[in-house]
T-cell receptor, first 111, second 118 residues
Framework: DAKTTQPPSMDCAEGRAANLPCNHS???????VYWYRQIHSQGPQYIIHGLKNNETNEMASLIITEDRKSSTLILPHATLRDTAVYYC????????????FGAGTQVVVTP | GAVVSQHPSRVICKSGTSVKIECRSL??????MFWYRQFPKQSLMLMATSNEGSKATYEQGVEKDKFLINHASLTLSTLTVTSAHPEDSSFYIC??????????????FGQGTRLTVV
C-alpha cells in the first residue's frame, strides 16, 4: 500500500484557509486518497476522499495533482474547533475500509 | 454520516481482570469492523479486523488470545482485553465500514474507549 508523507505540524489563523499538503508518490491507479481528522481524545472523523478529480463537501476541498502523487486538503475558513491531527491515508486495495494511519499533521488554529 | 457508538468511553480496571468494549453501528449494518489501539502521542495502530459470523483477523504482533474479538451480529462487535496489565492501558477505537460511492468505502469511527489498568 502506498505510504504518505505529511508535515508534522502547522499553525493556522482563525478565519483563514488552511492548506494541508500530503505526498503519496507511490500511489497506485486504483487507490483512493482519504482524509480523516482526530480531535484530542476522540475517534477519527471522516472528512473527504477522492481518486483523481478534485472533491468538495461541506467540510473541505480536496485537490489532487494530475499525476496523483500529492494532494492538498483545504479547510476554507478554519475555526478553533478545527484544531486536530489530520491524517492523509491511501486506502488499501481491498474494499473493506481498513485504514493504515501515519503520523498525520497536528493543526493548531489560533485566534 | 453513519454513526458508530462505543461503550464504555472510559474504564479503569485492576491488573489481571478482563474488560469488554462494545462497538455498535447504530444506523447501518456492518459486516466488517476494525479495532485500533492508540498510545499517547502516537498514531492509531490497527489491531484486528472483525467479520460478522467468523473469526477475526489479527495484525502481526497482536495476541489473539489476549484481545478476544466477537462479532456476533451485524451491528455489534466486542473487544475483550483479557488479564489486563498496565501496559495494555491505551485508547481503543473501533470503526465500521459504511457505504460510499461505487468503488470506494468510508470507515466511520466510534468515539474511543480510554482503558486504564491499575
Amino acid at each position: 500500500d502506498a505510504k504518505t508523507t505529511q508535515p508534522p505540524s502547522m499553525d493556522c489563523a482563525e478565519g483563514r484557509a488552511a492548506n494541508l499538503p500530503c505526498n503519496h508518490s507511490t500511489i497506485s491507479g486504483n487507490e483512493y486518497v482519504y482524509w480523516y481528522r482526530q480531535i484530542h481524545s476522540q475517534g477519527p472523523q471522516y472528512i473527504i476522499h477522492g481518486l483523481k478529480n478534485n472533491e468538495t463537501n461541506e467540510m473541505a476541498s480536496l485537490i489532487i495533482t494530475e499525476d496523483r502523487k500529492s494532494s492538498t486538503l483545504i479547510l476554507p475558513h478554519a475555526t478553533l474547533r478545527d484544531t486536530a491531527v489530520y491524517y492523509c491515508i491511501v486506502r488499501v486495495t481491498d474494499s473493506w475500509g481498513k485504514l493504515q494511519f501515519g503520523a498525520g499533521t497536528q493543526v493548531v488554529v489560533t485566534p | 454520516g453513519a454513526v458508530v457508538s462505543q461503550h464504555p468511553s472510559r474504564v479503569i480496571c485492576k491488573s489481571g481482570t478482563s474488560v469488554k468494549i462494545e462497538c455498535r453501528s447504530l444506523d447501518f449494518q456492518a459486516t466488517t469492523m476494525f479495532w485500533y489501539r492508540q498510545f499517547p502521542k502516537q498514531s492509531l495502530m490497527l489491531m484486528a479486523t472483525s467479520n460478522e459470523g467468523s473469526k477475526a483477523t489479527y495484525e502481526q504482533g497482536v495476541e489473539k488470545d489476549k484481545f478476544l474479538i466477537n462479532h456476533a451480529s451485524l451491528t455489534l462487535s466486542t473487544l475483550t482485553v483479557t488479564s489486563a496489565h498496565p501496559e495494555d492501558s491505551s485508547f481503543y477505537i473501533c470503526s465500521a465500514r459504511g457505504s460510499g460511492r461505487q468503488g470506494a468505502t468510508e470507515a466511520f469511527f466510534g468515539q474511543g474507549t480510554r482503558l486504564t489498568v491499575v
